[in-house]
């Protein structure tokens, strides 16, 4: 089972990126799927959450209005829609697959997590 993000990169801000998050081994369509990140000395942080079949999501305060999460269960891929960057985005970036189907922003309730993709939001 593996879950491989991608679409990371260097950015200016006020600009935006947009990472996937492709699985295999094995699908996610009943899965919630979450967004994390971990800045350089920081705690990993929650950004954003999508139900199972895409109809609840839920969003870090930090992010509300920037960023949009979508997910293509036919695909099996999760996207995170980043706009208006700010370098206190700047962060690695995590994808996840949740226990059950319904929304949590609880990284505990996270079975499984993908590598990260690297995002650096300049000045």
């Known amino acids: 089972v593996q879950l491989q993000a991608s679409g990371g990169g260097l950015v200016q801000a006020g600009g935006s990126l947009r990472l996937s998050c492709a699985a295999s081994?094995?699908?996610?369509?009943?899965?919630?799927m979450g967004w994390f990140r971990q800045a350089p000395g920081k705690e990993r942080e929650f950004v954003a959450t999508i139900s199972w079949r895409g109809g609840s999501t839920v969003y870090a305060d930090s992010v509300k209005g920037r960023f949009t999460i979508s997910r293509d269960n036919a695909q099996n891929t999760v996207y995170l829609q980043m706009n208006a960057l700010k370098p206190e985005d700047t962060a690695v970036y995590y994808c996840?697959?949740?226990?059950?189907?319904?929304?949590?922003?609880?990284?505990?309730?996270?079975?499984?997590w993908g590598q990260g993709t690297e995002v650096t939001v300049s000045s």
């Open positions: 081994g094995r699908t996610f369509s009943n899965n919630a």
């Open positions: 996840a697959a949740a226990r059950w189907a319904t929304t949590t922003s609880s990284s505990n309730d996270y079975k499984y």
